[in-house]
């Protein structure tokens, strides 16, 4: 699938491989039905970008559904999709989780690898999950993708029971 970034910069350009945490939930079942909606770069708190045009929140198309993950927090919150892949930085899980009434976790430092890609980017602030609408949901979700990966600077020990046990 094109990553764009929400940019005309990137063109169509298409990754060879899929991030660590895509790569896990796909390996647990997860099927990609898409990308979603980005500010340019993923650099403002609102789903706006010139090449896509603005994403709206579905509870109320005249406010915005948060950003920089707003476009996974619509199509979650509008029940498109059960999860949708995040990432956070500055708050672009957590804005749209709460814009758009979702669980949005940002995972602590070293649970859900960004490497080797990424690698220290950041300086490890970067983290990939998923917006949900249940605490099971993402802690079924966390389970399959929590982990290290070669390259990846940051790791966190392994929990000592699944996310989804201690959700229940």
């Known amino acids: 699938l094109p990553t764009t970034e929400g940019s005309a910069a990137f063109g169509d350009w298409v990754a060879d491989h899929d991030s660590p945490h895509v790569r896990r939930l796909r390996e647990a079942g ?9 500010p340019e770069l993923g650099l403002r708190p609102v789903t706006e970008n010139a090449r896509f045009g603005a994403t709206r929140n579905p509870w109320d198309p005249a ?27 500055g708050g672009s899980i957590r804005i749209p989780a709460s814009c758009c009434g979702l669980v949005g976790l940002k995972p602590s430092l070293g649970r859900v690898s960004i490497g080797p890609d990424l ?18 949901d993402t802690a079924v979700a966390l389970d399959a993708i929590a982990g290290h990966e070669p390259g990846e600077r940051h790791h966190a020990p392994a929990a000592a029971t699944s996310f989804a046990d201690a959700a229940r």
Not at 30 to 36: H, N, R, S
Not at 65 to 85: H, R, T
Not at 119 to 136: E, F, K, N, S, Y
């Open 63 to 89: 406010l915005s559904p948060g950003g920089s993950s707003g476009g996974s927090a619509a199509a979650v919150a509008s029940g498109m999709v059960a999860l949708a892949d995040a990432s956070d930085l």
């Open 30 to 38: 997860a099927i990609v039905v898409g990308k979603t909606n980005t």
């Open 119 to 136: 690698g220290d980017v950041g300086a490890g602030t970067p983290a990939d999950c998923v917006l949900t609408r249940t605490v099971i």
